[in-house]
């Protein structure tokens, strides 16, 4: 299986656009094995490349990371799940993510990826929520986990839950421009579009 990305811009800090995802901050190397040119993308502070193109072309292959060399390492799942989530083998990165809060249970990280992935891959937005109340149980500080929540309760139609999860996402964060956005969505949903309005006129300002 092999993922097709596009470069964007290549520095040592890059964005790389691929199938779909945009992502900032990562780092692409280039090295020589047995005389061959190739490159690698790296999270940004990592050792274990997630993406390797051995012939420099838009086809880069992931990269499993070795969890036989120590499988208590959570973030080696969290790794592994993010690829398979790029690639779309949606149950294998479930697997991994399982198998990272199995070891660390206050991860948040995987809680939000795997919420997101219920979410927006699976529609299944029941786990979703479960996910994202995980997150608010650990950090009831984290901005995204109620804003992302909100989203699930929106795709529930339970707008009244979706308001107050973007509420405290603007509460804890008053610049959050998506969050103003989905309060104005849900509003316009129960019919009162004049604070749907002064959401959206608020996000608009931020921009």
Known sequence: MTLRCVIVALTVHFEAVCEGYTFKGWR??????????????????????LYRNTTLSA?????????????????????????????????????????????????????????????????????????????????????KAYYNRGNA???????ERAIQDNSKAIQLNPNYIKAYNSRGACYRELGDEAKAQADFAKAKELR
Do not use: C
């Open 28 to 49: 692409g190397f280039k090295y020589d094995v047995g005389g061959k040119a190739s490159e690698e993308i790296y999270a940004a502070g990592d050792t274990v490349p």
């Open 153 to 159: 309760h929106y795709l529930l139609k339970q707008y």
């Open 59 to 143: 086809v880069w292959e992931p990269v499993t990371p070795n969890v036989k060399l120590n499988p208590n390492y959570d973030y080696l799942y969290f790794t592994r799940g993010n690829a398979y989530y790029l690639l779309k083998q949606y149950e294998r990165a479930i697997q991994n993510y399982d198998k990272a809060t199995a070891l660390n249970p206050n991860y948040v990280e995987v809680y939000i990826n795997r919420g997101v992935l219920y979410m927006d891959a699976l529609k299944d937005y029941q786990r979703a929520v479960q996910n994202f109340d995980k997150v608010i149980q650990i950090n009831p500080n984290f901005d």
